[in-house]
């Protein structure tokens, strides 16, 4: 008789047992290059955004990079409503208008201002969410003939008279609420910018070429704090490396990324008037008081985050509400 080949019930078992050790062992290897790719892809994608609104800020007289209320200025009282004509209507320099009028002129695309580290699952890239994306982006929302120029921008009256105030709302379409639970509204935007008001939209959100000066990066915890539960409960100690550390990418004014693990990355300070130069928080605008000034949205210190409201701070001066993650269970 012809001898039969083949394996044993305790060979087989024991082949599953091998390959199931080296599945176990890869896996963890392969969780981390996934990350460490993540984290690479993160970078670029900040450079990317900074870069294109570098192009952009080429074009701007002022050599400002965007500001959705210089795109779309208030009506002017006496040539009416006229494109690159009007003050700057700061009711609309929020970021849901920010991210969406880059993206209306082809600056780049929906997926880029979501960020592959996001853990917060309230956000996800535009028209990836069927419940409340139900139709791709509308580039035809840029129509300033209709004084519309992204998808969720609002036109302005046609006439005013001399006096009346710039008028806002917060972008309904392309969001950015990071602060609310997913069945009340998804984000579409994950990464933090300088707020634009104050001494940091003149001498800070510019094509300045600074090294010292941060303009845009991974989101911090609230107002930059790192004690209690709005810094262990933070979606954003998610992005990267350990889970109760923050740490993330910021991107400068001379376009270069730098990986921090700290809200104080070396060569950022904050100068006031006589006072010494100390180290600065990019998260908080902790300045109440500089040269005069009161309230510490004007100032120029660094202030990374995300804002869906600006208010007038007096005197027309826009104050941006900034707003931060709901906390994780």
């Known amino acids: 008789m012809r001898k039969r080949h083949g394996f044993t019930l305790v060979e087989l078992l024991v082949v599953i047992a091998i390959i199931a050790l080296l599945i176990g062992l890869l896996l963890p290897a392969l969780a981390k290059a996934q990350a460490s790719a993540r984290t690479v892809k993160d970078a670029n994608q900040l450079a990317q955004i900074h870069k294109a609104m570098m192009i952009f800020a080429e074009s701007d007289s002022g050599g400002y990079l965007p500001m959705p209320g210089r795109i779309n200025r208030f009506t002017h009282p006496q040539l009416g409503r006229v494109p690159g004509k009007g003050p700057q209507n700061w009711k609309k320099d929020s970021t849901g208008h920010l991210y969406s009028s880059m993206i209306a002129q082809e600056f780049f695309n929906t997926d880029i201002v979501v960020s592959p580290s996001e853990a917060n699952p309230v956000v996800s890239p535009y028209g990836t969410e069927a419940q409340d994306d139900s139709i791709a982006y509308d580039f035809n929302a840029y129509n300033p003939a209709a004084d519309t120029f992204w998808m969720g921008d609002v036109a302005d009256p046609a006439q005013v008279s001399p006096g009346t105030q710039p008028a806002g709302a917060p972008n309904a379409i392309f969001r950015s609420k990071i602060n609310r639970p997913p069945t009340n ?104 008081q500089c040269g005069g000034l009161q309230g510490n949205w004007k100032q120029g210190d660094a202030w990374l985050a995300m804002n869906e409201v600006v208010t007038d701070g007096g005197g027309g001066d826009p104050r941006p509400l900034a707003i931060y993650d709901y906390l994780r269970d």
């Open 185 to 288: 509204g998804r984000s579409h935007c994950s990464y933090a910018h300088s707020m634009m008001c104050g001494d940091r939209r003149n001498y800070t959100w510019r094509n300045t070429g600074d090294s010292s000066k941060v303009v845009l990066g991974n989101r911090g915890t609230k107002d930059g704090i790192t004690t209690g539960a709005d810094y262990t409960n933070s979606w954003t100690l998610l992005f990267h490396g350990p889970d109760r550390e923050w740490q993330g990418h910021v991107c400068f004014g001379d376009n270069h990324v730098e990986f921090t693990k700290s809200f104080f990355p070396p060569n950022v300070a904050h100068e006031c008037g006589l006072d010494s130069i100390i180290q600065d928080n990019i998260f908080a605008a902790e300045f109440e």
